[in-house]
């Protein structure tokens, strides 16, 4: 069978960014798996499993309108420092993990000041451009009650 929207399909994946450093993998992981068609994973790579078999392997290039999005400057905010409370040092590059709009985001940080923290919303691959190696290791039909829940079991 061929992957196509209701079908559990299980990948192994390397993915890169464009300078080719290794950003994620589920090398010595088990492979993840994800429902076709229900948005569990990216467009862009999701558009590009559809139709291949058990075995394939192929590599994609997404680019971040098909990924995370590019990066939005109206999600970098500046916070007083105050509401990092408790924190003794904070440094660019810190992540925090935080609550909007009751969400669990995390945002990282850009500069911070004695008095204010400049803080990055952004999906951290958001602007990115992803480098998928991909590796299809299995294809079955989603149970009715996966394709209900629109996530696999
Ligand atoms: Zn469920």
Do not use: C, W
Request: aromatic letters at 4%.
């Amino acid at each position: 069978m061929t992957i196509a929207n209701n079908s559990v399909v299980s990948i192994h994946y390397t993915l890169t960014n464009a300078e080719g450093e290794v950003i994620d993998s589920s090398e010595s992981k088990e492979p993840l798996s994800y429902l076709h068609g229900a948005q569990n994973i990216i467009p862009g790579l999701e558009n590009a499993l559809t139709g291949k078999a058990v075995g394939d392997e192929i590599d994609v290039v997404v680019q971040p309108a098909d990924g995370y999005g590019e990066k939005d400057e109206a999600l970098m905010q500046a916070v007083p420092r105050s509401a990092f409370e408790g924190v003794d040092k904070i440094e660019p590059g810190m992540t925090f993990h935080t609550e909007a709009e009751g969400n669990q985001i995390s945002v990282t940080v850009v500069s911070a000041s004695e008095d204010e923290v400049v803080v990055d919303r952004n999906h951290p691959l958001a602007g990115v451009e992803l480098h998928f190696a991909v590796n299809i290791v299995n294809i079955r039909e989603a149970s009715a009650e996966e394709i209900d829940h629109g996530h696999t079991h």
